[in-house]
């Protein structure tokens, strides 16, 4: 019975973490939400993460494309933002989007 217990406690704490609560609330990423998850360290960072989401509000850049570069980029264990970055600089430069 206690072998089944670990398992739902990671998933409960998984759920408890602010990035994934406020993510289920709208359904939709937000400047919060990335910062937190990310683990941006400067002000420059945090301006990147506005940009691109005033360019997903502008209909210059797709969501789904945000979307799925955060989700890679927040399951790495180091430097996420870093990987954010340049991943979504490199999807979109195949797109023809210049960031």
Do not use: N
């Not at 939400?33 to 940009?51: P, R």
């Not at 399951?75 to 870093?82: E, L």
């Amino acid at each position: 019975m206690c072998r089944f217990c670990l398992p739902l406690l990671v998933v409960l704490a998984l759920l408890a973490t602010p990035w994934a609560r406020a993510a289920k609330a709208d359904g939709q990423l937000t400047a919060e939400v990335m910062k937190i998850a990310l683990h941006t360290a400067t002000s420059q960072e945090e301006g990147f993460i506005e940009y691109v989401l005033a360019r997903v509000d502008k209909g210059t850049l797709p969501l789904d494309l945000v979307q799925s570069t955060f989700l890679w980029a927040k399951k790495k264990p180091r430097k996420r933002f870093f990987y954010f970055k340049q991943g979504l600089i490199l999807r979109a430069a195949d797109r023809g989007i210049t960031l």
